[in-house]
């Protein structure tokens, strides 16, 4: 087998979740129309995350009439798609939203030889806002005058760190590899491609490997040299229709099982996965899907109850479910999971998975949900809790990992957040915030302050405050009359106030504190409290 990287598409939403929270959906339901637009012209896609679409050139490209054509149908579907699903979520409110959300909802189409050259030609079609093609055989020339700090930028594509690193998927991770090679003076991925791979194995591990293909052009994962393991193809017939859903996402978890298990056994991990569904009435639903470092059996069935829920929504097939085939496409060499000295993964948070899922299988899985981001201005909102099988405990998501300190929310509070978030008004204590006279402070339209904060009442305690910093003023859905939000943010440092003590000298510096007050419709409210 030659070690070629393939020829790829790749379509990338850099801020998906931010576009799909604002027109009240989850990233995955509302991600679903884009890519049934693209498989209506590349019957099998890889979804790697919501916001990321990967599909090889070979086939598509012939049929239409070369890359340039597809580069051009396929962001010409993503478009329309883009436009649809807002349009059909809220009416002309949300085309309004829309209009609003215009940065969020810009996406890319990049076609390259390897994930990683698309990847950035997708970054360039986003800034120019249509496709960018990079002629064949020319990537590892094109590549070599891209910046290193564009493996942020396609995380979500070319995946985790390095395969068996716990944790590797997080953008910090990146971040700091990126910042050591600019500080080594290897700010492009030619400067990179120059030095020798056992140098960067020295350096950075398993990932050293993995930066010099992607420097050079190629694909992460070499062709597996020796013999391949016996081929494993796991299917499972059932005896009549399922109706369920859950019927067949438990049915399969055993298959999952023994699949990975067979394969860990070779000693190699499945990257690239083809599930098939198919009803009582032939009706099938096939959809290939891509983990970097390789598939765990609850990223299985992870992948599974996706596509299950997308085929149920928006095909409705008219029968049960009879069949399902899990067919591994790419294998990679299984290098492990090795614990980190000092943080990463432990025997606690292994032992805390495996008893989340045995609660979860036997009351539901309603009854465990795991926190997930979802981006707000308003700290509160910035976190949602959602069903634990939305998620692989074992690992999430490069698209879950937010790195909270780059701040994606114009007006979000910045890095770092606070410990003690009030959930709604109900559960704020009663504040008031007022100036040297006593009286409440006011702001008014343009944000100007009536006095500076003196002292701050909650219930029936006293605050002297002691610096503030602010207004910060957050306008929401300004669009909606119904929705539309107008408040401000105060920030504020405080000490607790001690009538009957004389020495003011010997004021109890623990009793300082930090805090969000916000006004809104008149009122103040306590919004946060730092540690």
Known sequence: MLDTPTRVVVVQFPHWSSFAFALGRSARSAFEPIVRAVVAHAPLVEVTAPGVIVFATRGPSRYVGGDESLAALVHSAVGDAVRATAGDTAGATIGSAFDAQRSHAAFGVGIADGRLAAGIASQHALRASEPVVVPANESSRWLATAPVRSLVDCVEVIGAVGAGVPGADDVASYRDVVSLLERLGLYRFGDVAALDESHLVARFGAFGRDLSRLSRGLDRHPPLVGEPPPDRVCLLQFDGPV????????????LASQLVDHLGAQGVAMV???????????????????????????????????????WILHDAPTSGVVMVRLSPEQLIVNAGRQSALWGGERDGDRHAQRAVRRVADMNGADSVTVPAWRGDRDPARMFQFVRSDAVDLERRTAGDAVDLATGEWRGALPSPAPSLVFDSTDDAPKVRVLDSLGRAVAIDARHAMSADPACVCIDDDTYDVVAWAGPWPVEERWWDARRARRAVRLQLLVRQRHGERSDTSKTDASASRAMVAVLERRTWRLAAIYA
Request: without cysteine; aromatic residues 8%.
């Open 272 to 310: 690239r996965l083809h599930v098939v569904i198919e009803s009582d009435h032939g009706e099938r639903s096939e959809r290939m899907w891509y983990r970097s470092e390789g598939f765990s059996a609850r990223a299985v069935i992870e992948s599974l109850r996706w596509q299950l829920d997308a």
């Open 243 to 254: 109706e369920s859903r859950d019927t067949v996402v438990n049915a399969v978890e055993e």
